[in-house]
């Protein structure tokens, strides 16, 4: 049994901070590109980039998450609510960075968008959670249920004011400094709605469940979640290396560089 009190691998814990900033930083920079761009179909590619490695970011810090806890009992998924929970956080990102740059009234805007993101998280943890098959039973406890849907909605609002803040800043030097303050913040509240949510489940495992099977159980898991992390870590690293070597690039060879490209298509 969970016994009320949950026990974490700090490790996967930590990763799960890490992936979780470094995916709001890459969405914050993405979207910043986005914003500033006057090509329409270099602004809808940004999106969808945008939406796909800040949903799978979320996604993944999500279920890092979930492997750094110890849960005494074999896992499997339910491959259907599996999809759908990484659908969630990438649709509803997309959804609210569409409505949020097309619209002319901010505030609206704002809201609309940071409700309908903040419940996609939310439902991304539970649908997965509904995902997981395992002799065990689960309780939530209410008060921990609402307190992790109030932080999702509040911080799908914030991040989205943020990256339209973005916009407004007079030099490259205030646009950095939003960028690293607002991904960290971000990923921190992230990380701890998840962690807040979770410490609101109880997980009893079935009387069949011996202590060895819990013990190597608990092994897989944390190897399942270094893998996760690197990967994902590693993912957003290569996409940072190659925006940071283009940048560098003067300019006239990154636009003979695009001349040559749209020659050959």
């Known amino acids: 049994m969970d016994h009320g009190t949950a026990q ?77 929970s990484v659908l969630l956080p990438i649709s509803a990102t997309f959804v609210a960075l569409r409505l949020v740059a097309k619209s002319h009234d901010g505030r609206a805007s704002y809201i609309f968008g940071g409700l309908f993101t903040g419940l996609a998280v939310i439902s991304m943890h539970y649908i997965s959670l509904a995902a997981m098959q395992m002799p065990a039973g689960l309780r939530f406890k209410p008060q921990f249920a609402i307190a992790s849907v109030a932080l999702a909605l509040g911080i799908s609002y914030v991040s989205l004011h943020l990256a339209l803040l973005l916009r407004s800043q007079p030099n490259d030097h205030s646009v950095q400094r939003i960028k690293l303050i607002g991904a960290a913040l971000l990923g921190l509240a992230l990380s701890g709605m998840h962690y807040v949510a979770m410490a609101g489940v109880d997980i009893t495992p079935a009387e069949s469940v011996s202590l060895s099977d819990g013990s190597s159980v608990r092994r897989r898991r944390r190897d399942n979640g270094m893998t996760g992390a690197v990967a994902v870590g590693g993912r957003l690293g290569e996409w940072r290396s190659s925006q940071i070597g283009e940048s560098r690039l003067p300019d006239s060879i990154r636009g003979g560089s695009a001349l040559a490209i749209e020659g050959r298509l």
């Open 8 to 84: 974490y691998d700090t490790v996967l814990v930590l990763l799960s901070v890490f992936v979780s900033v470094s995916a709001s930083y890459t969405a914050f920079d993405l979207a910043d590109r986005m914003l500033e761009t006057s090509s329409k179909v270099k602004r809808h590619a940004l999106l969808l980039l945008t939406s796909f490695l800040f949903g799978l970011g979320v996604w993944s810090m999500h279920f890092i998450g979930m492997f750094s806890r110890a849960i005494p009992a074999p896992v499997s998924y339910d491959i259907p609510l599996l999809f759908v």
